[in-house]
Structure formats: structure tokens, C-alpha cells
């Protein structure tokens, strides 16, 4: 056991099942999977930015998923400060395992109907850290009001148009109904419009607004999410898992889906909130570049498997493995080494079938087809703290 790991991960498998053609699925009790996560193993210490990098559909988020309880392992070991959890019981709210997620998509991730102070609190209110509070009533009595304010208008001009296509009692009945109908919308108008000017503002968090850097924060608290930036919206986000005091904070491609020049903002945001809060992050990034000024360790994942790991100064300065190697040099505009490693051509393996022995080697410049395409490289140590999955590392 490493004392230091503030999580390890062991073996972690996951097949998705796929479906087959009606046809195939009478005659063949066979089912094809997805590996998109096959046997993969790391650790993540205490204070640490580990970055997990690696092409579209290598296994980044699935990782993820499973690692905030989002989805089930098919096999794997999962083991907090040293304690082996069973996968099952990694949803935060069930147990004291404090990691939370950020996602690649802001917009999407937030609640749309909620301003954004009600969508921090409202994580706060499912994970039970605080009570019925004032606010928790204010958002059900809005919502209520709004409801039935709607209702009531549209019942009372029904009543109104009938009351003049039918005549006798049932007409001023009718007519009587809608009127009163139409003054309990009003009245609800009115109080729906009272408490939007009343409004009471949660104190934990306007105070992480203005940690996270949205300005005034008393402004911010009731926009809703379509009325402010992506970046602004991912500042929520990161709002939203940080109040919770998480130990461990993963960010799926957090700045992946935002502009250029709001991406070292939120950057500089989560390395300054790691130092103050002294987080674990892993974050998940198919570009190179961000993991290399950002991250402490690395990861690289080639088609559901780990092909290196190590510190990020070893691996950037002497990268092991062809495929490490060939990404690095095509990393535009670097000081990094270019060289003849440009990155392989012909598309990434096919997960459903992968190819066998290494899964690598109908791109690798440096295959050796009797070897490589028999037998299975496993990631071992080849310098301190330096991990490769190759049979002919550049050493
Ligand atoms: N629910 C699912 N059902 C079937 N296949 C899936 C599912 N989710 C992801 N996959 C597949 O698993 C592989 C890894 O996906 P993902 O973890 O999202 O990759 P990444 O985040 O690295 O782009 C991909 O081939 C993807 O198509
Ligand atoms: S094991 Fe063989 S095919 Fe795979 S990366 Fe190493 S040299 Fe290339
Ligand atoms: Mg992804």
C-alpha cells in the first residue's frame, strides 16, 4: 500500500455490451463488447495534479464516470487512503468519499432553470449539508406559484370564452369562475414577483463566487446559466463540486468546449483552488500541451489501455513509448524535440475488436510484426517512476 496515494485504481475493466442486428441476435448467443477500459492501474497522491491524456475514445471519461460512481466497473479495484471501496459505494452522497466532477460541458451540466446560485446550493442541499433553509423554500414557493399561476390563466380564459357561447346560469357561472380564477393569477403574479425581489442569498455561496472570481457576486447569484459566458458557466460548475470540500476534484476536458482566451483563466483558477484547498485533481485532456504545463503526473491511454505513466518532466523530456513520442512531436509551435515520430497514420483501433498483442502496432513506425502483434506488452518500470507498455522502448 502507498501511504502517500490519496486514491489508487487497480485492474479496472469495463465492456460495454453493444447491440447486434436482429438477425445476428437469434442465431448467436455471442455478445460483442467495447473495451473501453481494459486492465488499467494508477494512483493518485495526495495534492496531486495527475493527468490522464489520450485520443478521443481511448477510455478518458469512462474512467471518470466510474470514478464519481456515474457507471460500474465490469472488473477493478478501487481503494481510498489505503481502504479498498467497492465500486458500488463511490456516489459521494452515499459514504465520506469526498471527489466530485466537473464536465466537459458547462451548459448542459447545469441546471437551466435554476439561477446560478440555486444550482451551487442545490449541491449542497442533495448532499444534506445544509437544512431546510429559506431559500430551499423560497425555490419551492416560486416554482408553485409559477405553476399555478399559468394554470389559472389558462382555465380562466377557457371560462371566459365559454361564458359568452352559452347563455342562461351556467354563462354567469361560467363568468364568475373566471374572474376569480383570473384574480388568484393575478395575486400569484404579484407574489411570484415579490419573492424574485426578495430575494435571500445564500452566504457559503456568494463566497464562492467571489473565490472563483464571479464579480459582483450578488449579481451573478440570480442570472440564470444562458445569460453568462461558457467560461463564466464552468467557473459555476467548478463552484458547485468545490463546495463541497472534495479531497479529490475530477475535470473531464473542463475547457475543452470554451473559447481560446477564457481556457488559461480556468486553468490558473484550478491550480490556484488545488494550492488553497490542497485538492487531488485528475484531469482529463486529449491535448498534450495543457498536461504538460498543468499536470504533476501523467497518463497516456491508448485504446482502453495505459501505454506510459510517469512525472510529467520525465516524460515530456524522454518520452519511452513510439506513440507518447510521435504525440509530443506534433504538438504545434513547442520547444519540445521534433523529430521523424510524426503521429501515426491510419485511424485508432477498433475497440470491439482490438488488435491483438499490442494495441498500438498497425500505427507503430517501429513494429516488429512477430512480436508485437503476438504478445502483449505490460507497463512496467523501466526508469523511477517512469512506466511503458512497449517491447522496443527509446530508451
Ligand atoms: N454507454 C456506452 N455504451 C457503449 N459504448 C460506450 C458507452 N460509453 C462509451 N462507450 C465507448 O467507450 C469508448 C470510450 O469512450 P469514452 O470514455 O467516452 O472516451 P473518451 O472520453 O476518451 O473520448 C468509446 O469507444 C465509446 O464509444
Ligand atoms: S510493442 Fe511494438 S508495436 Fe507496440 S509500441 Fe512497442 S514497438 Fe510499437
Ligand atoms: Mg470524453
Known sequence: MNLESLIEVKNLKKYFPVGQGSFKRIFSKETDFVHAIDDISFAIKKNEIFCLCGESGCGKSTTANILVGLDKPTAGEFIWEGISIPFNELIPKKNDIKSQIIFQNPFSSLNPRMTLGDNVLHSLIIHDKVRYSDTQRRIRNAKYSEMIMVISTIISSFLFIISFLIKG???????????????????????????????????????????????????????????????????????????????????????????????????????????????????????????????????????????????????????????????????????????????????????????????????????????????????????????????????
Open 169 to 395: 346560469p351556467l354563462a354567469n357561472f361560467s363568468a364568475l369562475g373566471s374572474i376569480i380564477l383570473f384574480s388568484i393569477a393575478l395575486i400569484l403574479y404579484f407574489y411570484f414577483s415579490w419573492l424574485q425581489k426578495n430575494k435571500i442569498l445564500d452566504k457559503t455561496v456568494l463566497e464562492k463566487f467571489n473565490e472563483i472570481g464571479l464579480s459582483p457576486a450578488e449579481q451573478f447569484y440570480f442570472k440564470y446559466p444562458h445569460e453568462v459566458s461558457g467560461g463564466e458557466r464552468q467557473r459555476v460548475s467548478i463552484a458547485r463540486a468545490i463546495i463541497l470540500q472534495p479531497d479529490l476534484l475530477i475535470a473531464d476536458e473542463p475547457t475543452s468546449m470554451l473559447d481560446v482566451s477564457c481556457r488559461a483563466g480556468i486553468l490558473d483558477l484550478l491550480k490556484s483552488l488545488q494550492k488553497i484547498h490542497g485538492l487531488a485533481i485528475l484531469f482529463i485532456t486529449h491535448d498534450l500541451a495543457t498536461a504538460r504545463h498543468f499536470g504533476d503526473q501523467v497518463a497516456i491511454m491508448y485504446v482502453g489501455k495505459l501505454v506510459e505513466k510517469g512525472d510529467v518532466k520525465s516524460l515530456f523530456l524522454k518520452p519511452l513509448h513510439p506513440y507518447t513520442r510521435a504525440l509530443i512531436e506534433s504538438i504545434p509551435s513547442t520547444s519540445l524535440r521534433k523529430g521523424d515520430f510524426n503521429l501515426p497514420k491510419g485511424e485508432v483501433a477498433d475497440a470491439i475488436h482490438p488488435p491483438t498483442g499490442c494495441r498500438f502496432h498497425p500505427r507503430c513506425p517501429i513494429v516488429d510484426y512477430e512480436l508485437c502483434s503476438k504478445i502483449e506488452p505490460e507497463l512496467i518500470e523501466k526508469q523511477q517512476n517512469h512506466w511503458v507498455a512497449c517491447h522496443y522502448p527509446l530508451l
